[in-house]
């Protein structure tokens, strides 16, 4: 008992001592620390960290979405789900567009700069206290962990990166549902399968007694992902079959992504709540145990005077508002397609999203302005993704640079004038910009004000670059 006074004693004293820094300052250190001790594969700093900080990883149901692409929107669309079933929940998405901020929300409001200061402030100085280098990555995500336990929500839900080894904050968790969306990077085309070792990878999320379900839709991806969930005594659930019926044309964009969330969802319910603290006769995702045969006419006339929302009504009425994930500004003239889409798998859903809106409504002028950064892109299989594209669809498309933001420190833009003379020789109408602002102010001068279509993608760069320009410092 003496030891432990002593012990918070030390830890007030050291807090005294500490000058609190304001939100600026706390972005500024995070700014500086992306590339902080990454080589480190060690859970022991974190661990020490996680103690001294009373181990909110511990004291947290947590959910864990990994895979690559359409983590976010899975996560935005499970909360959706959640908050309709009365529970409390945090999440953690990444990447931001303008501030740190928007990797934070609870109950689907983002966190204050003063509360993300305080948090930042208690994670920071208890790291430097310990004398431990933690990365941005870990610190936000502890971040985050604190953020929740505080304010006692019933689940955190955390986004899984996509770098060489998982944030290893995330691996303190013990998840009670671990989602998998797909995994494609690294898929060998012709069979649409990832490597074993990238399946594990992915999997080393999942600790024993975790459920775990896959929107996954390459059979042999399912089936190493169902032999190593069981290695590790883990419940693996049914894949994903069917998309949910969402607005057009988000069902085939997003259905797998909603139908993956409602999994989640209801396995949370229905295998980590107590029964009693869910209003089953509201509920979307459970069902009323016993009742058989048909409803009786009291029960009937209840029905008809207060209707229960299905499921079928939410996916219906459900507005789609994820910055930056096929996000439609048809208020601006001519109208602006945002999506983050960096990959190879992201953008062909991105090219498909195109075409389906032209199917809806004939566009008068398209132009795509396409940047990317990442290092390991098949620029041979992106010109010819583009090459079909612009068989089937008129248009035409502008390179430019994406230069890295801070978090993203492996990248590096590519050369906008190579590709475009790439595409050229392919015949297809394309240009190269010097500036993103080069690149916008050309392609919204060569569409219909009314009903022209500017694409913005390629890099979440681009899409911050938009905002900025606009002069929006805060999403």
């Known amino acids: 008992m003496k030891n432990t006074n002593t012990l918070q004693q030390a830890k007030a004293e050291a807090l005294k001592t500490t000058s609190q820094r304001g939100y600026n300052e706390v972005v500024e250190f995070l700014d500086a620390h992306w590339n902080t001790n990454k080589q480190d594969l060690s859970l022991a700093g974190l661990t020490q960290l996680d103690a001294s900080l009373e181990t909110p990883s511990k004291k947290l149901a947590t959910i864990l979405v990994g895979g690559t692409n359409g983590k976010s929107l899975t996560i935005n669309f499970t909360v959706k789900l959640l908050r309709e079933e009365k529970l409390s929940v945090g999440t953690f998405i990444s990447p931001h567009t303008l501030t740190y901020n928007e990797r934070f929300s609870l109950n689907e409001e983002t966190i204050s700069n003063k509360v993300f200061a305080e948090v930042g402030n208690e994670v920071i100085d208890a790291m430097e206290s310990l004398g431990l280098a933690l990365n941005t990555l870990e610190i936000l995500t502890m971040m985050a962990l604190v953020y929740f336990t505080k304010n006692d929500v019933d689940v955190a839900i955390l986004e899984a990166h996509n770098n060489d080894s998982l944030p290893k904050t995330t691996l303190l968790c013990s998840p009670s549902v671990v989602g998998i969306t797909r995994i494609a990077e690294g898929a060998s085309p012709a069979e649409n399968k990832a490597s074993e070792p990238e399946i594990r990878r992915v999997l080393s999320l999942v600790k024993e007694n975790s459920h775990v379900?896959?929107?996954?839709?390459?059979?042999?991806?399912?089936?190493?992902?169902?032999?190593?969930?069981?290695?590790?005594?883990?419940v693996w659930s049914m894949p994903i079959r069917k998309l949910a019926a969402l607005p057009y044309p988000f069902e085939q964009l997003h259905g797998r992504c909603a139908a993956l969330a409602e999994r989640i969802a209801s396995i949370f319910i229905n295998?980590?709540?107590?029964?009693?603290?869910?209003?089953?006769?509201?509920s979307l995702l459970t069902k009323i145990k016993g009742q058989r045969g048909r409803p009786t006419i009291e029960a009937k006339r209840k029905s008809e005077l207060n209707p229960k929302k299905t499921i079928e009504q939410f996916w219906k009425d459900i507005e789609i508002d994820m910055p930056g994930r096929f996000q439609q500004l048809t208020k601006e003239k001519p109208t602006i397609l945002l999506d983050n889409a960096s990959n190879l798998d992201a953008l062909r859903?991105?090219?498909?999203?195109?075409?389906?809106?032209?199917?809806?409504?004939?566009?008068?002028?398209?132009?795509?302005?396409?940047?990317?950064n990442k290092p390991d892109l098949d620029v041979v299989e992106l010109l010819k993704l583009l090459r079909y594209f612009f068989k089937k669809t008129s248009g035409q498309i502008v390179l430019c640079p994406a230069n890295p933001a801070a978090s993203n420190v492996d990248a590096k833009s590519w050369d906008a004038h190579h590709i475009a003379s790439e595409l050229k020789?392919?015949?297809?109408?394309?240009?190269?910009?010097?500036s993103f602002q080069e690149a916008f102010d050309y392609a919204t001068t060569s569409v219909d004000e009314r009903n022209g279509l500017v694409v913005i993608t390629g890099a979440q760069e681009l899409i911050s670059e938009y905002w900025r320009n606009k002069g929006i410092k805060k999403i």
């Open 213 to 234: 379900v896959s929107a996954d839709q390459s059979k042999l991806n399912l089936q190493t992902m169902q032999t190593i969930v069981e290695e590790q005594n883990a």
């Open 425 to 434: 020789n392919m015949k297809i109408k394309a240009r190269a910009a010097d």
């Open 271 to 282: 295998e980590f709540i107590n029964p009693a603290s869910v209003t089953v006769i509201e």
């Open 349 to 372: 859903n991105v090219l498909l999203g195109i075409r389906l809106l032209h199917y809806q409504r004939p566009l008068k002028g398209l132009t795509l302005i396409l940047g990317n």
